[in-house]
């Protein structure tokens, strides 16, 4: 079967997970008061660990299971001992992008759009907002316990479950299918903010997709981009942590860097400059292994 007919069963299996995750959501809000009472947050970031694992881990499994036979070799989780310097570079390379992806969201939130279309902009924003501030109820909440589920629930099953569902299947279908994996991790990036449904956060979002996606497709192992991804995520719910139990009143996701036009600048320049040592890397062994 061609990378399109692979992909449509992918979208297949993703549109069954998510109404799987619509059944149980509701099952759970009825079980916990109905869904007139507005569920503790507790109960909403299980919810949400819940649906990830439906709508992308568990189709990118059945996936590989279904085409490749064998998850394992598929997605690449092995790491072998060439891959984990790469794989160390890889989150590094998170770090230093904070920086890039803190002044990308705040030009892309200044950003408007024709005044034909106001009221649908301010749907949006209005959405954005609302789904924002959800969020934050759940990293504010007190207590290290929370914080840990935080950590599990909005750090590291999404990282997992989306980095298996978008580079592990999408972009790996779309290499085949464009032969120029460039394109690729590009068209996947777009697909990956864009499913996030934030469209003043698109921007931000969609440059960290191409930085996971030339993780990925570099250090030729899923874990690597996983591990980028958890560290991107777990920066958040620590220092959400951190602020709500000092009371520094900081929004992670708007640092307010100093000068942040330069130090976005400085951030780009190194970002692109530890992805060529790990495109080098890869290359490198790439080579060893077939001579």
Same mark, same amino acid.
């Given at each position: 079967?061609?990378?399109?007919?692979?992909?449509?069963?992918?979208?297949?299996?993703?549109?069954?997970?998510? %109404?799987?995750?619509? &059944?149980?959501?509701?099952?759970?809000?009825? $079980? #916990?008061?109905?869904?007139?009472?507005?569920?503790?947050?507790?109960?909403?970031?299980?919810?949400?660990? /819940?649906?990830?694992?439906?709508?992308?881990?568990?189709?990118?499994?059945?996936?590989?299971?279904l085409?490749?036979?064998?998850?394992?070799?598929?997605f690449?989780?092995? /790491?072998?001992?060439?891959?984990?310097?790469?794989?160390?570079?890889?989150?590094?390379?998170?770090?230093?992008?904070?920086?890039?992806?803190?002044? %990308? =969201?705040?030009?892309?939130?200044?950003l408007h759009?024709?005044?034909?279309?106001?009221?649908?902009?301010? @749907?949006?924003?209005?959405? !954005?907002? !609302?789904?924002?501030?959800?969020?934050?109820?759940?990293? @504010?909440?007190?207590?290290?316990?929370?914080m840990? +589920?935080n950590?599990?629930?909005?750090?590291?099953?999404?990282?997992?479950?989306?980095?298996? $569902?978008?580079?592990?299947?999408?972009?790996? #279908?779309?290499?085949?299918?464009?032969?120029?994996?460039?394109?690729?991790?590009?068209? #996947?990036?777009?697909?990956?903010? +864009?499913t996030?449904?934030?469209?003043?956060?698109?921007?931000?979002?969609?440059?960290?997709? &191409?930085?996971?996606g030339y993780?990925?497709?570099?250090?030729? =192992?899923?874990?690597a981009?996983?591990?980028?991804?958890? =560290?991107?995520?777990? &920066?958040?719910?620590?220092?959400?942590?951190?602020?709500a139990?000092?009371?520094?009143?900081?929004?992670?996701?708007?640092?307010?860097?100093p000068?942040?036009?330069?130090?976005?600048?400085?951030?780009? /320049?190194?970002?692109?400059?530890?992805?060529?040592?790990?495109?080098?890397?890869?290359?490198?062994? !790439?080579?060893?292994?077939?001579?």
């Amino acid at each position: 079967m061609g990378p399109l007919g692979r992909l449509a069963f992918f979208l297949l299996f993703v549109g069954a997970g998510l %109404l799987v995750a619509g &059944i149980v959501t509701s099952i759970v809000l009825l $079980g #916990t008061g109905g869904v007139k009472e507005a569920p503790a947050a507790g109960q909403l970031i299980w919810i949400q660990g /819940i649906s990830q694992l439906l709508m992308f881990l568990l189709p990118a499994l059945l996936f590989a299971w279904l085409f490749e036979g064998r998850a394992s070799t598929y997605f690449q989780t092995e /790491i072998k001992q060439w891959q984990a310097f790469p794989v160390l570079l890889a989150i590094l390379l998170i770090i230093i992008a904070i920086p890039m992806i803190d002044f %990308l =969201t705040t030009w892309n939130e200044s950003l408007h759009l024709p005044e034909s279309m106001s009221q649908w902009e301010a @749907s949006m924003r209005a959405k !954005q907002v !609302q789904s924002q501030e959800l969020m934050s109820g759940f990293l @504010s909440l007190p207590g290290v316990g929370y914080m840990l +589920l935080n950590l599990l629930m909005l750090a590291a099953i999404p990282a997992i479950c989306e980095e298996f $569902g978008f580079r592990g299947v999408i972009q790996k #279908t779309l290499v085949g299918w464009f032969r120029n994996p460039h394109v690729a991790i590009v068209v #996947t990036a777009a697909v990956f903010s +864009l499913t996030h449904f934030e469209m003043f956060y698109f921007v931000p979002r969609f440059v960290l997709g &191409i930085c996971l996606g030339y993780i990925y497709y570099y250090t030729r =192992t899923i874990w690597a981009s996983v591990l980028a991804h958890f =560290t991107n995520n777990a &920066i958040i719910v620590v220092m959400y942590y951190i602020s709500a139990s000092n009371g520094l009143g900081i929004d992670p996701q708007h640092l307010q860097i100093p000068h942040p036009a330069l130090f976005g600048a400085i951030s780009l /320049i190194l970002t692109t400059i530890v992805i060529f040592f790990i495109a080098k890397i890869g290359a490198k062994n !790439q080579k060893k292994s077939l001579d």
